[in-house]
């Protein structure tokens, strides 16, 4: 006999760092909470949003939900997989992946109530990663990675998860942003009389994506892993799948391209989970650990600039800091959290 999963809503946690308009407003987004690769045979822990939840794989489904037994509030991110089900550490209450409970060891016979079951939430897996609705009813879409998903043509690699002390927004702001690059970047690929480059660029929007067109001039210092040449110009175009997800593609001469897919999920209003996924098609043949130690020196200068922004705050009252016209991008993403119903001052 099949059976549906009924995905329960999140309700707004006791501890919740999040004014509860804003936690509302969010927690009706998908967010990439873990990489498929995470969940072995052992359940996992994560937090979106200030909820506790418990990832694992039962079979050949995965399971979401909050990590609580709703028998004596055990955590069951410390139990483990037996067979399709998830087992309590506590009583060794089995729940299958549809969120029933299937088995109270103490009382076999009994007829178990319904109502004893998890608390799941809706998910989807998508390239590789496990993606979470907390409200069931998700405003947004799903990135889109073409043609480079599954495509043989193009090499895969992942930094992350990772947890940065910074808000997601802030996070997300910094990479649809330009202007940083000649100076946060200063040390990789970034120059200073690059800086005009990319202030003017081609912006659209569209339903709850931006796209960005822009070129690039950028260095190429010893150790970056592209080689036989000082520069680099870029044709760059990046996509804003909002709220807090980039996919930018780096163009370079030969038809070749890299691209790098940032995906942010908000732990706590001033803490965010990052998964960045880079495929490229070419230099295939550098080992990845090379590839992959040039891209978090990058990385780390944006996280070492992000941390530090005072307020960690986003405000979303245009008046209260500085734009200039590099800042079309920012200001239209702002825009949009205060249309999707989020307070003049947002942490997320």
């Known amino acids: 006999m099949e059976t549906t999963t009924v995905y329960a809503t999140a309700k707004y946690p006791k501890e919740a760092t999040f004014r509860e308009t804003d936690w509302e407003a969010l927690s009706q987004m998908w967010y990439p909470i873990a990489l498929c690769e995470e969940v072995t045979d ?32 055990a955590p069951l991110t410390e139990g483990w997989v037996k067979g399709s089900c998830l087992v309590c550490p ?14 109270v060891p103490s009382d076999p016979d009994w007829n178990i109530p319904s109502r004893i079951r998890l608390e ?39 930094m992350g998860p990772e947890i940065w002390d910074c808000s997601a927004g ?3 702001e910094n990479f649809i942003d330009n202007a ?24 659209e929007e569209s339903g709850n994506t931006m796209t960005m067109e822009f070129d690039y001039l950028a260095t190429n210092p010893e150790d970056s892993p592209i080689t036989n040449t000082k520069e680099l110009q870029r044709k760059m175009h990046r996509t804003l799948f909002l709220p807090f ?17 940032i995906n942010i999920a908000p732990i706590s209003a001033k803490r965010s989970q990052l998964i960045v996924v880079f495929t490229r098609n070419f230099d295939k043949d550098v080992p990845v650990e090379e ?15 992000i941390e530090k922004q005072k307020p960690e705050e986003i405000p979303l009252e245009v008046s209260v800091e500085i734009h200039a016209k590099a800042d079309k991008a920012s200001i239209a993403f702002r825009r949009w959290l205060k249309k999707i119903g989020l307070g003049r001052s947002f942490t997320a």
Not at 181 to 203: I, K, L, P
Not at 245 to 261: D, G, S, V
Request: proline residues 4%; charged residues 25%; negative net charge.
């Open 170 to 172: 802030r996070a997300i």
């Open 291 to 305: 590839l992959l130690d040039w891209e978090r020196k990058i990385l780390g200068e944006d996280r070492a600039m």
């Open 245 to 261: 997800c980039t996919r930018t593609c780096i163009a370079y001469p030969e038809n070749r391209e890299h691209i790098i897919h």
């Open 120 to 158: 799941t939430y809706l998910h989807e897996v998508k390239y590789g990663l496990i993606w979470v609705c907390l409200s069931g009813e998700p405003q947004n879409d799903l990135p889109v990675w073409e043609p480079e998903a599954d495509n043989p043509d193009y090499l895969r690699f992942t």
């Open 180 to 203: 940083h690059f000649s100076f946060v970047h200063r040390n990789t690929f970034g120059q200073e009389s690059s800086a005009t480059q990319g202030t003017e660029y081609e912006f």
């Open 90 to 103: 506590y009583h060794g209450y089995e729940y299958e992946a549809d969120g029933r409970c299937t088995k």
């Open 42 to 73: 052992k359940p996992i822990a994560k937090q979106l949003l200030d909820v506790n939840l418990v990832v694992a794989k039962l079979g050949e489904d995965y399971v979401v939900a909050k990590d609580l037994c709703v028998h004596r509030g």
